[in-house]
């Protein structure tokens, strides 16, 4: 197999992990934190699954990193940990799964923006905007009147409003800054420091006295157990190889996909009704995918794959 059939392989083989393993974990997060607080089930996650990479990537002979290195995974570690995985966790406690499916869905949208205003930054096409328009509308009408029930207070939508900023500026700044050449290694440092800022974020918010390992329930621990495994080590090692071979706003085309991925399982799980509507918004979505993963090769500097 040539070269650029091998990439090819490679970025076929990372999407449809984030796409499908991501997808499965609202399922799996609703289930944990019905038993553990958000953000110490979030730590505990990341920690594991960040011990685990960096274990197998020294055995295997990655380089130790370097103290530039670490600095650079505390920064993103906490934007993407604690800010934008600490605040979807979070706020699943409290705000309806249909605006936090939307808001997740808003990170494409911040990644084209802040890489737009960025000095030196890559100006998206219009294609590009009009494929962030289209599966925002998608997402839209998924989760309109007559799909999402319930209200949300002012103090969640905040919180996932920046948790959404959070990530996106995490996914940027994590192809600019110092990060070592193995991405196993760049992967298991965010992880780690990731979960140490979610451990502190827990405690300072008073979750360490909610948290009682008695009542964890046997569910709880296996979804637990698949977040770590196969929505940390997995699929979000496939994602930091995106962010380094293909364009934001294409690594980001996870964030319409996944609200498919999980009503689809969650009608074949836990018994929700799939509607017109739903396959309507199904293939509005899908089809800004096609609008921006067709968008063409990015200027110079920015690298690319497809």
Same mark, same amino acid.
């Not at 309806?96 to 949208?109: E, F, I, T, Y």
């Not at 009682?212 to 994602?239: E, Q, R």
């Given at each position: 197999m040539n070269a650029p059939s091998t990439r090819r392989s490679r970025l076929i083989l990372a999407f449809t992990a984030v796409y499908l393993i991501w997808g499965s974990t609202y399922l799996?997060?609703?289930?944990?934190?019905?038993?553990?607080?958000?953000?110490?089930?979030?730590?505990?996650?990341?920690?594991?699954?960040?011990?685990? /990479?960096?274990?197998? !990537?020294?055995?295997?002979?990655?380089?130790?990193?370097?103290? !530039?290195?670490?600095?650079?995974?505390?920064?993103?570690? !906490?934007?993407? +940990?604690?800010?934008?995985?600490?605040?979807v966790v979070w706020s699943a406690q409290h705000a309806?799964?249909? /605006?936090?499916?939307?808001?997740?869905?808003?990170?494409?949208?911040w990644l084209v923006v802040l890489e737009a205003i960025r000095p030196e930054g890559n100006r998206p096409r219009p294609i590009t905007w009009l494929g962030v328009a289209v599966g925002l509308a998608g997402i839209a009408l998924l989760v309109g009147?007559?799909?999402?029930?319930?209200?949300?207070?002012?103090?969640?939508?905040?919180?996932?409003?920046?948790?959404?900023?959070?990530?996106?500026?995490g996914s940027l700044l994590s192809r600019r800054l110092p990060s070592p050449k193995s991405p196993l290694v760049a992967t298991a440092l965010q992880m780690l420091c990731g979960g140490l800022w979610l451990l502190a974020g827990g405690l300072a918010l008073g979750e360490g006295?909610?948290?009682?390992?008695?009542?964890?329930?046997?569910?709880?621990? /296996?979804?637990?157990?698949?977040?770590?495994? +196969?929505?940390?080590?997995?699929? +979000?090692?496939?994602?930091v190889w995106l962010l380094r071979n293909t364009t934001p706003a294409k690594a980001a085309t996870y964030a319409y996909v996944n609200p498919i991925i999980a009503l689809i399982i969650g009608w074949a799980f836990a018994g929700e009704r799939l509607t017109v509507r739903v396959g309507v918004a199904a293939v509005v979505i899908i089809g800004a995918v096609a609008l921006i993963t067709s968008a063409g090769s990015p200027p110079k500097g920015d690298p690319e794959i497809v």
């Open positions: 799996a997060m609703r289930i944990a934190v019905e038993t553990i607080p958000p953000l110490l089930m979030a730590s505990i996650r990341m920690l594991s699954a960040g011990g685990i /990479l960096l274990g197998l !990537a020294l055995v295997t002979g990655a380089a130790r990193p370097e103290r !530039a290195e670490w600095r650079s995974a505390i920064v993103i570690g !906490a934007l993407l +940990f604690l800010g934008g995985n600490g605040a309806p799964s249909g /605006l936090v499916a939307v808001v997740v869905a808003s990170v494409p949208l009147p007559g799909r999402m029930q319930g209200g949300i207070d002012p103090v969640s939508a905040t919180v996932l409003v920046l948790g959404s900023l959070c990530w996106a500026t006295a909610r948290f009682h390992p008695a009542a964890i329930t046997t569910a709880a621990w /296996l979804s637990l157990a698949y977040l770590s495994v +196969f929505g940390s080590i997995v699929a +979000f090692t496939a994602y």
